[in-house]
């Protein structure tokens, strides 16, 4: 149980809320709402749950966003050549793992800190789009584009499965892979993971292939929900994530956490605004208070690391 | 010389996690004298030195400096009282020049003074002059050769007023034109008043520099003569002189195919060089050598750490190449680590991970792991190791030290290796664990595996090895039997220049 004590923290956190609403404001508990709230952060959950291999890993991937911008025009460019809509999937999720593959050869070949790294590749990425695109958005999209084809609803709940069914699949590949066990180690003690015959660089550059991948993904489902793509999609998107996986209680330094944690701390982030806006709060507040949870959960990780080595030092 | 020595340390005992590096011992330096300290690793010279220098506090015991009894001593402390260490590995800051370096170690004041840059170049000059120095006070640190940096050390200790200097190991890394600088240096030090403690393995470079030596074992101080009224074998013989208990459980094992072997076998990164080295099933095979002599760097690149790139390894009589850890753990070699809370066993996964790590593909069955079976495989070496711990699933972070170097021990086993390399396998942990440790390695060897163990302690490696390998300067230089060995013969040979 102790080992659980951060994901727990946020979960309870976001049952206090959800109560204080049920309370208050029944009616956020409506159908249509949930609905929303769901269709609207599937995308972020996706790349969350992406960047929960990358911090578990000891690493940072802070061009997402970028990639996630790049990844959708993509998706709209292939569709309005006519390709159908599976061709366009894979082919975006290929230019996800190719944007990643490259973060992971300047990361782990090239040994640049991945804060630097995945810095000049959010610039590059955002700005060449820019340059590519003019600022253009992808318009008069084929009819199967929006939705898949399929109509709100039938779409809608294709998104929210293809984000759970992702989350599920990466809770088994970290707790029933060997890929997995060595995003682990490798996050905890690099030279540690190297004694033990797992080659850290192949693991790292994986580890940011799954993340290019999987924002692709996101990338993708999300641009159905509209009938254009924009070509600024995606700002801000690297810190939704991060602030999920660091509150759902992954370490910042690698080699300790959950999906589980991650998912709470996705709908934590995700439910206090729309939240607070039941509750009549001024919405101004919404930021703010999001910085506050953030900032919470680092601190409650310095105290447990604090207590950790005390226990320690009193076990011996 | 006067009668009030400069340093008088008595009584003094220092205990980590329960192993004892200091056991009561006493030093005493003069003013005017280079005084020798010799002894064995893990003698406790290290120890005695970083309680001077206010690095860590003893547990027992008084420190005096002209009378005065220190306590509490912190580094800030013992700098301004005068006291400086060289370290055989330059403490220095690599990116700033030679004279910001002679300035940091000795300017006083508050972070906000203001700077003179011209007077710190001109004392740096004057300082670097003075003791024979030819680089100028602009060079970068890190430009300087390793012999030019440790000057550069000592004219830093000399600028802070340094009364008390320790040098440890200073002429390890030193050519002979280097090292006749270096004495006639400390010789004007000595005759400016200076009270210099001097560490070295180099026995034959004591008569000429030193005054008295004393001589530590076993964390007490065994013998403090004058230099000229003893020889080296004398000294060795202090320094090795005990009893090998019989404690440990050797058993006679016929030893079987070679499991191992190397032939001028070297990497030159690493600094080995021409190893020739056969193991076989059911031996085990003590490295022994001093600290630096690259026992752990030819471990190293058995594992392919650091891959051989001269001779020829063989695996069961096969030539093979091993470029990665992945492949030697292929070819059935393991190696447990020597510094295990950092690399022996991941501290934030639980036991039963850390036990698989190394063989995870076995734990895999159509790419998914096992962890039934790894949950049964870490429970199985837990009881057959003694794994003091809550279950399987407790993080390897709240094992003991002994604990963890068990499960470091499992993980390897769990690879069922045809070679498994120990390096310092006991280090740092209690009685019991070792003994443990120890017998767990006799039913290891009667099953066959071919065991290299390497090891500072004399009497481990006298007791458990079936034959000893000595090491010195990144070559084998000497192999004993276990009949013939004896301790005076292993550190005469792990010595020698």
Redesign the interface.
Known sequence: MNRYRREIAAAAALAALLATVALIAPSFFSPANARDLALNNAPALIVATGMTFVILTGQIDISVGSQFAVASITAGVLAKAGLPMPAVAAAVVICGCAMGAVNGVLVARWRIPSIVATLAMMVVLRDALRWATEGAWVQNLPRNFQWFGLGQTAGGFIIVLAALLIFAASIFLLGRVAAGRAVYAVGASSEAARLAGIDPRRVTFGVFVWMGALTALAAFVNAARFAEVPGNAGVGLELKAIAAVVVGGTAITGGRGTLAGTLAGAALLAVIGPALAFLGVNPYWEKALQGAIILAALLSEIALGRMQRHAQFASR | MTDNPLLHAAGLSKAF??VQALDGASFELRSGEVHALVGENGAGKSTLIRIITGAIEADEGSILLDGETLSHLTPQEARRRGIAAIYQQPQIFPELSAAENIALGCERGGLWRLIDRSARRRRAGQLLERIGARFSPDAIASDLTMPEQQLLEIARAIGADARLLIMDEPTASLTEADVENLFRVIGELRDGGAGVIYISHRLEELPVIADRVTVLRDGRTIATRAMPEIDRRELIRLMVGRELSAVFPKREIEPGVTALELRGAGCTTSGVSDVTLELRAGEILGLAGLVGAGRTELARMI?G?TPADEGEIRVHGEGVRIE???D??RLGIA?V?EDRR????????PVR?NT???A??E??RY???D?GRERDTAAEYVARLGIKTASVDA?A??L??GNQQKVALG?WLATKPAVLILDEPTQGIDIGAKAEIHRLMGDLAAEGMAILMISSEMPEILGMSDRIAVMRGGRIVGLFDRAEATPERVLELALKE
Not at chain 2, 342 to 349: C, P, S
């Open positions: 996690a329960g594992f750490l990665s850890p992945a030697a753990i190696y680590p950092r690399h022996g066993v991941i501290a934030e996964l991970a698989t790590l190394a995870l593909d734990f895999s790419g998914f792991l962890l993080e972070a709240t003991s030290g993980r």
